[in-house]
Structure formats: C-alpha cells, structure tokens
C-alpha cells in the first residue's frame, strides 16, 4: 500500500482522486471505481503497490506493438482492478472479479526486483498490460524511473482513460503506449464499458504530441462496434488526429472468453477485411487484422513499393527490412528499432 500521487482533499476527509477520467469524489472507508484505490481517513491509497498479479514473458507482438522493437520479447506486469467494466473483457478474473470480495491478491514484487527480472533475461522492455496500468500508476512509474536508469524500455497496453494528470506524469518515462479505441460511440463507451469516448481520443493526442510511440486497437464485436461508419470514423481520427503512420491494429472478437458477451459469435473475417480496406483508403499506412494468424493483412508492406517488409505468422516474423528501410525502394517504415531506441534516448 502507498499514498497514492494524484488526488486532492476535498471537505469532512472526502478526496478526489485525479488519476484517471472518471476523477471520483471518495468518501473514507470507500474506494474508487477501479476498486483498488482507497480513502483511508483524508488521504488516498494504492492498494496494489507491490502487488504483481501476473508476470510473464511475452513476444512484443502479443500487446500488440508491431512498430515498436518488433521482433524482441517483454516482461509483461499487471496487479487486479480496472477502471473500465467492459462486458467484453478477456482478463475480467483479474480486473473485476476481485471486486467483490475486495481482497487484493497479488506477488509481492519491488520495482527493483521488476527491473532485476527483466535484465536477467536479457528483455529489452518492461510492458505494463493486462489490467489498465493507470490504475497501479504508483507501481508502475516507480518501475518505470528505475527501467530507465537501467536503459530499459517502458510500454503501456491502456485502455486510454487517463486523466491529464497521469498521462502527464508518465510520459517522460514511457516509450510506446497501444491504446484500445474500442468504438467511436459515446453511447457505446457508456452501456458496454462503464466510460466516455472523448479522453481516451485526448490520451491518444496527448501522447503522439509528447512523442511517445502510438499503436490503435479496435475490437471487433458483432453488433456492438462492427460498422462500416465506425471504421470510417476512427481511421479519420488516426489519419487526422495522430497521423497515417500510427498503426492500426483490427482484432477479432471471441464470446467464449469474454466476461459477458458469451452469447455473442466470433467477428467473421469479411468484417476484419471490411475494416482493413477502409483503413487503407482512408490513407493509413499500416493497418493490422489481429486474433486471425495466417491473413496477409498481419503483415508490414512498404507504404511505397508495397513490398513485404515483415512477414508475420502468429507471434513468429521474418524481416525483410533494411535497418528499418524497404530493403526494395529505401523507404522509411517507422519502424523503432532497438537501435533507434537507444539513439533517441542519447539525444
């Protein structure tokens, strides 16, 4: 448990915490939406510092990063508690389920021993994924200022309902950050996901502003976010908003290892290829179909010659790139390579 870095007193020992968008007023004894973050007489306490609930070594490509040190594998963290109910969560066990019950399970594990880990294994980053990683901000920046010094790379998988304040706070610290735009409905992000639309749109802005690498994911779900004008509107926003080299990332759906759409079927291929032509006309330069190993639309085509640069089955890719340049016409591929990397570190 530790003070939590964001959050304001409020009268009679209520708080307001500030670490994502939903700031919640908190009375004492009470604890925020995200269920891990608790008013303890006036002041506001994380209650998974320390507390690491999955850990493992992941392919960078299962994020999905395919952008970003493509090829390299990564210490994977994550403690319980979301600050989304989305009916469609893969992880609910470890974001909502807790929830009930209250208790916070989880390894004790350091910042320190984190970093320890991941330089033991040789990995070249640490990503912070599974549950939203604003919500173990304390935790996980701590990690992050020590994965630095330690010439470590930090990436987060986020939802990308932050507050200003967090974002603000880790972006110094942060490399790469993917981004779920699940919908571009207000009305979806409040039936399906308990939140709003609008910050994650100004998450993902204020990132590509700060030059923090930025990768999209849209998942698919029948009825519910599959529609030819909502794949018009968020490649509109990535073009526009973020520019055509952000990676867009088009996932399938499956019901049976959803929370609460079990009775919802697999998005069809037809709709993920609806998706990645829209992206493409729209003028995105890379846009991704995930979930479905084999499709050609999982691999990296130069933007230019539309030569393949990287072919990807599954988590597996072989790189036809010349230090991130079509080996074919020299075009740039925007690739952040682990040498890229370290010269942008030294500048």
Known sequence: MKEAYLYKKLKDKKIQCLNCAHYCVISPGKRGICGVRENIDGKLYSLVYGKTVAIHIDPIEKKPF??????????????????????????????????????????????????????????????????????????????????????????????????????????????????DIKSFSEEFYKKVCGARLRPVLDTAKLMKKYGVWTEITTLVIPTLSDSKEMFRDIAK???????????????????????????????????????????????????????????????????????????????????????????KCGENLNLITQALAKRQDEL
């Open 66 to 179: 395919f952008h970003f040190l493509p090829g390299t594998y990564s210490l994977s963290i994550a403690t319980v508690g979301c600050n989304l109910k989305c009916a469609n969560c893969q992880n609910s066990d470890i974001s909502q389920g807790f929830k009930v019950t209250k208790e916070i399970p989880g390894e004790d594990l350091s910042p320190k021993e984190i970093v320890k880990i991941a330089l033991k294994n040789k990995l070249p980053s640490i990503s912070y994924t599974y549950t939203e990683p604003v919500i173990f901000l304390e935790y996980a920046l701590d990690t992050m200022k020590l994965a630095k010094k330690a010439g470590l790379k930090n990436n987060f998988v986020s939802n990308g309902f932050m507050s200003k304040e967090s974002a603000k706070l880790v972006i110094p610290y942060l490399d790469a950050i993917n981004i």
């Open 237 to 327: 926003f990535i073009k526009e908003e973020l520019g055509t080299e952000t990676p867009w990332h088009i996932s399938q759906f499956s019901g049976a290892i959803s929370w609460k759409l079990q009775h919802l079927p697999e998005t069809s291929v037809e709709t993920l290829e609806m998706a990645y032509r829209i992206g493409k006309e729209t003028g995105l330069k890379y846009v991704y179909t995930g979930n479905v190993p084999g499709l050609p639309s999982e691999d990296t085509f130069c933007p230019k010659c539309n030569a393949l640069v990287i072919d990807r089955t599954g988590y597996v890719i072989s790189r036809y790139d010349k230090q991130g340049k079509c080996s």
